[in-house]
Antibody, heavy 119, light 116 residues
Framework: EVQLVESGGGLVQPGGSLRLSCAAS????????MNWVRQAPGKGLEWVSY????????YYADSVKGRFTISRDNAKNSLYLQMNSLRDEDTAVYYC????????????WGQGTLVTVSS | QPVLTQPPSASASLGASVTLTCTLS???????VDWYQQRPGKGPRFVMR????????SKGDGIPDRFSVLGSGLNRYLTIKNIQEEDESDYHC?????????????FGGGTKLTVL
């Protein structure tokens, strides 16, 4: 069974930093491209970042470019998101999400971890 | 980047059928769209991908045959037949584009489906 379990969320002040983690199991993690997608309270989904299976390619949404860094450790079956210079508008549930092998469809999502940016 | 437009709400009676619509902005009629179901307090669940030729690839794990898709022009449709209580969810559509250094994923605002 595919499982994606996020951790690392919490309350942080504006300008602060936070590192999210995603533990993957039930599939060959090193073969799949991965993403972070977020959802502000009561709002729709917003794609944040993408990383290819071998970490060769990384993409970011304009709203987080230069502040967030995506990475992965295939030996540990883990995905990360380093978030710096956090703003109020970064408050959201952050989901770890897997692309299926054939295209960029996201075929599995985690349950999410809540990040609250507030003073 | 395309803009994806979804009606904010829809409703249907138990056992009836409903069709949800996701409309791509002008100029993006060749784009495929993914449908996701999100139950309250849960992460999204992949339903299936749709283009103008219909479903692309396989449905998501555990998605019943009651769910089907169709694509026409700028519209991508998700039809649910014989609606059950567990179908009450938010339904999101998303579209992606990856070419060279240009990559993005965009989502619609979501449609909240209420089962009456």
């Amino acid at each position: 069974e595919v499982q994606l379990v996020e951790s690392g969320g919490g309350l942080v002040q504006p300008g602060g930093s936070l590192r999210l983690s995603c533990a993957a199991s039930g599939f060959t993690f090193s073969s799949y491209n991965m993403n972070w997608v977020r959802q502000a309270p009561g709002k729709g989904l917003e794609w944040v970042s993408y990383i290819s299976s071998s970490s060769t390619t990384k993409y970011y949404a304009d709203s987080v470019k230069g502040r967030f860094t995506i990475s992965r450790d295939n030996a540990k079956n883990s995905l990360y998101l380093q978030m710096n210079s956090l703003r109020d508008e970064d408050t959201a549930v952050y989901y770890c999400a897997r692309n299926r092998l054939t295209d960029y469809s996201i075929d599995y999502w985690g349950q999410g971890t809540l990040v609250t940016v507030s003073s | 980047q395309p803009v994806l437009t979804q009606p904010p709400s829809a409703s249907a009676s138990l056992g009836a059928s409903v069709t949800l619509t996701c409309t791509l902005s002008s100029g993006y009629s060749n784009y495929k769209v993914d449908w996701y179901q999100q139950r309250p307090g849960k992460g999204p669940r992949f339903v299936m991908r749709v283009g103008t030729g219909g479903i692309v690839g396989s449905k998501g794990d555990g998605i019943p045959d009651r769910f089907s898709v169709l694509g026409s022009g700028l519209n991508r449709y998700l039809t649910i037949k014989n609606i059950q209580e567990e179908d009450e969810s938010d339904y999101h559509c998303g579209a992606d584009h990856g070419s060279g250094n240009n990559f993005y994923v965009v989502f619609g605002g979501g449609t909240k489906l209420t089962v009456l």
